[in-house]
């Protein structure tokens, strides 16, 4: 039996849409064995219904394709998922869900497939790479499609620099964030994004993480989905207010990320919580850090 474990991430960062994230300290685990029989899939945890159903399952669907691309026909599957990343909510849970698939059928196939395909196939499959990167490598990376091949860069995360995550009580489907999204935007809101990104990797490089957590404005995306999140000036607002060096979005929300130290964590998830319940929503806050290892086969 094949144990893949797999981080949450958070995409964006704030300015680097589609490109950067970070994979966070809190996993969803997966069994997977062989059978003589059909697919059988169980689901404690996070269980929404389109992740029990065997003939619609995103891990499924990832084991076949690649046992397809490989040119290997696969038996029966009894796949266990222990899911803690929640649904919807802009912290990869898809991006794990595809990764776990990835994982455990590269394990049944003797590994055949190196990290830099397994990459190139989740992109394709999620459509862009800035989940299913950190999910795979760990840490914050910098990634780039570039015609059918994916250029990524890790850089590791020290503990010291936390991340407290409000989760809201509501789903948000990247599909509708990213429809908010405009086709064409404004030259100098480009410039101010990429100078920020740009200052961003620079700063992760010179292990400058006081100015990484600065450099996390945006004008890209953040402005057009707000909209669809009650209460994210108030959190943003709040978190920095109680001590954060910046507050985002978790790629394409509703959770919101604050950046800072832990001793101001305690502080920061109150204020974020106060934040989301200004606009009656209430949430689930997290103190994480920053998961440096990524997917791994557990012994
Ligand atoms: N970069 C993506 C977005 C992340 O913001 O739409 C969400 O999957």
Known sequence: MIKVQ??????N?????????V??????????????KDVVVEVSGEKPQMLVNPKHHLIVETIDKLFQLAGTERKGLHLTCDNAIP???????????????LYGANAL????FSEADLIKIATEIEGHPDNVVPAICGGFTVACQEDSSVRYVKCSVPKQIVAVVAIPDFKLSTAKARAVLPQDVPMKDAVFNMSRAAMLVAAALQQDFHLWGKMMEDK??????????PGAD???????????????????????????????SCAVAEGMKQGFAAAEISCETMVLTVDNQGAVILP
């Open 234 to 264: 108030e959190v943003i607002a709040n978190a920095k207010e109680a001590g954060a060096i910046s507050c985002v979005l978790s790629g394409a929300g509703p959770t919101m990320i604050a950046w800072g130290t832990e001793d101001k």
């Open 109 to 112: 196939l003797q590994n055949a």
């Open 23 to 36: 994979a966070l300290s809190f996993y969803n685990t997966m069994e997977v064995e062989e059978t003589d």
């Open 13 to 21: 960062m704030g300015p680097g849409f589609d490109t950067l994230g």
């Open 220 to 229: 890209l995306h953040q402005p057009y989905r707000f909209p669809l999140i």
């Open 87 to 101: 649904f919807a909510r802009g912290l990869g849970s898809s991006s794990a869900a595809i990764v776990s698939g």
């Open 6 to 11: 797999v981080p949450a991430t958070s995409a």
